[in-house]
RNA sequence: CGGGGCGUAGCGCAGCCUGGUAGCGCGCUUGCUUUGGGAGCAAGAUGUCCGGUGUUCGAAUCACCGCGCCCCGACCA
């Protein structure tokens, strides 16, 4: 490709609105251009990385025995209703109705799609397993589209689904997409983790996530310092507190007046405690029940537990007369003396002794409350987010945070889906059974911008080689010399016919503002074809990442190169 | 949806408070010079000042109503 004919904008200056340095990076890099919040054209370079990063994704599905297949963006509101997701999805999902008054939805995900395919085709045990993925455009109506490309609206994703006779083959299915995923992440030269993960509500029993680490990740991740456990926060476990403190003499219960005082912070100023002596009480509204959950002052209520634990499909903190009703008193004084809904405590409770805890009356709080001489739990459960240094649940090893970008995500469904829409198949015995599904996405756009948010430098992008879009750039100093013009071209020529992927930077531009451009758009490799080194039969090859140059015979340059292609690209998978 | 901010040339911004006929830098066009890390000189082109309504002799500037975008919270690949 000759940069003069190339459609590649770069942009000198940072744009303002946007944040991170893969959203900056990708503007001007030409790569990408907004046209409304959330939604982006990609022009030749970001698309060539887009391509870049599916064919990764093509060849290790492939690999893993998945077959490709392309579903519509169009879906027919009755499948949604048949899986019970039409009302459950909310407005997220983009609905319209077509001229004939018949709703539809722009497809956000495929299981109610995927799941009427198989089920009209596929009868029995003699045709499973199977697993189908395709690559195709989603449609989301986030709340907030931020980060560019990172959480848009319309964005690519990779969406494969299995289908098994039974666990066992379930299981294995997983395993398989599990470990592509490890392939395809590792290809794309991403540092990440795979994490234990809520199944949020595309549903299932159990998931992973794939994190890219990374600063600017809108998730946080907690993994041990000794062993491999990793998960979300909102999914990692809390072990229960394994000893007793040490019995002290429990004080005489005690009621204080705390005007005005509700917050833990208030709580700990006005009486002079620490966080970790006072009980908060919060009150959540469950599908139908309403609970009194406790947690120790200093710690916070992880809601995704809660409504694992309550079974609740809905769970909200509960509104000011719940409150009012349930204690007795207005927000901010509620406490588990006397309450008058089910009290469940998180672990954190066990070990605690002379508690300071709302008084259910509103400016009261009480001190030296303690479990069953004052008020009695129902059950203790793990209910509270994880903190940093706490035990990691399966080494005891310490908890430590780090941020991530979530590009894939795996997911054991069962039989949700399959049951809704009855995708059964006949089993050895003639017995009718439901499938055991699967799904498995990964962002595509989302994977390039993580890519970025790990490879960059002052300069720009830094991309891992096998995602770049050019493997190798050629930059005449000066095409108005015309020997080193016609080196240029020669090397670009035999490069080409060799199959390396090569840009020829023969725009009439200084050597400044090509070395820029070539360090800002990123391509691994950038020949400079100077009069200085052609003069002695050389040209410099310099390596992106790393800044080292090497002086190379004009002849050993296409051998030079290809054999640094090879080595990236095979180290990588 | 709640809270905050912004909207003036392709990009980044000033001007607005205190109303008086639109400006800077970069980029773009042409010419000459220059040519190994974003060149110099000269000459140019480019604006529904987000939109509407109002106030005023006069509105980018003041008021009201919209719209769009960005940031912070609940969602997710």
Same mark, same amino acid.
């Given at each position: 490709m000759l940069y003069s004919e190339l459609f590649l904008p770069t942009i000198r200056e940072v744009p303002t609105d946007a944040e991170i340095i893969s959203h900056q990076l990708m503007l001007r890099a030409g790569m990408i251009r907004k046209l409304t919040s959330g939604v982006y054209s990609y022009l030749p370079l970001g698309l060539r990385v887009i391509r870049k990063v599916e064919q990764i994704v093509r060849e290790e599905m492939n690999r893993a025995g998945a077959q490709e297949v392309l579903m519509p963006a169009i879906q027919p509101a009755e499948l949604w209703q048949e899986s019970g997701r039409w009302s459950f999805y909310g407005k997220e999902l983009i609905r319209f109705k077509d001229r004939h008054n018949r709703e539809s939805c722009l497809g956000p995900t495929h299981e109610e799609v995927i799941t009427d395919l198989v089920r009209n085709d596929i009868k029995t045990y003699r045709q499973l397993p199977k697993n189908l993925y395709q690559i195709q455009t989603k449609y989301r109506d986030e709340i907030r589209p931020r980060f560019g490309v990172m959480r848009c609206r319309e964005f690519g994703m990779k969406d494969a689904y299995s289908f098994d006779a039974d666990m066992a083959g379930a299981d294995l299915s997983y395993q398989k997409m599990y470990d592509a995923y490890m392939r395809i992440f590792s290809r794309c030269g991403l540092v990440f983790r795979a994490v234990e993960a809520d199944t949020g509500n595309i549903g299932g029993s159990s998931s992973h996530e794939f994190m890219v680490i990374a600063d600017s990740g809108e998730d946080a991740v907690a993994f041990c310092a000794a062993c491999q456990y990793a998960a979300n926060l909102e999914k990692a476990e809390v072990l229960a507190p394994e000893t007793m403190s040490t019995p002290v003499e429990p004080l005489p219960l005690t009621e204080v007046e705390t005007p005005n005082v509700r917050t833990i912070h208030e709580v700990c100023d006005f009486l002079k405690v620490s966080p970790e002596q006072i009980v908060k009480t919060m009150i959540y509204q469950g599908d139908a029940e309403v609970v009194a959950v406790l947690v120790r002052g200093d710690m916070e209520i992880n809601e995704a537990k809660l409504r694992n634990y309550l079974k609740a499909d809905t769970l909200e903190l509960a509104t000011d007369d719940v409150i009012l009703k349930a204690?007795?008193? /207005?927000?901010?004084?509620?406490? /588990?003396?006397?309450?008058k809904v089910k009290v469940v405590a998180d672990y954190s409770l066990k070990p605690m002794q002379n508690m300071v805890v709302g008084?259910?009356?509103?400016?009261y709080h009480i001190l030296n409350a303690n479990i069953s001489r004052d008020f009695k739990i129902s059950d203790y459960a793990d209910l509270r987010v994880i903190t940093e240094?706490?035990? %990691? /649940?399966? %080494?005891r090893s310490e908890i430590r945070f780090a941020r991530g970008i979530e590009v894939g995500h795996v997911f054991k469904?069962?039989? *949700?889906y399959s049951k809704a829409m009855h995708a059964m198949y006949l089993d050895r015995s003639g017995q009718e059974q439901v499938m055991i599904m699967g799904c498995y996405g990964i962002g595509i756009g989302r994977t390039v911008a993580a890519a970025i948010e790990q490879n960059y430098d002052d300069k720009g992008i830094t991309w891992p080689v096998p995602i770049a879009p050019f493997q190798v750039i050629i930059t005449? =100093?000066? =095409?108005?010399e015309e020997s080193l013009l016609k080196t240029a071209r020669d090397l670009y020529d035999r490069l080409t016919a060799d199959g390396v992927e090569a840009l020829l930077d023969d725009r009439d531009e200084r050597a400044g503002v090509k070395f820029n451009d070539a360090d800002l758009i990123g391509i691994p490799l950038r020949v400079t074809v100077g009069p200085k080194k052609l003069a002695e039969g050389k040209v410099e090859i310099k390596i992106? *990442?790393?800044g080292v140059v090497d002086e190379v015979l004009l002849a050993d340059a296409p051998g030079y190169i290809r054999t640094f292609i090879a080595d990236a690209v095979g180290t990588a998978s």
């Open positions: 204690t007795g008193a /207005p927000r901010g004084f509620a406490g /588990p003396i006397g309450i008084a259910n009356k509103q400016d240094g706490d035990a %990691c /649940p399966r %080494c469904l069962g039989t *949700k005449p =100093v000066n =095409v108005n992106r *990442k790393t």
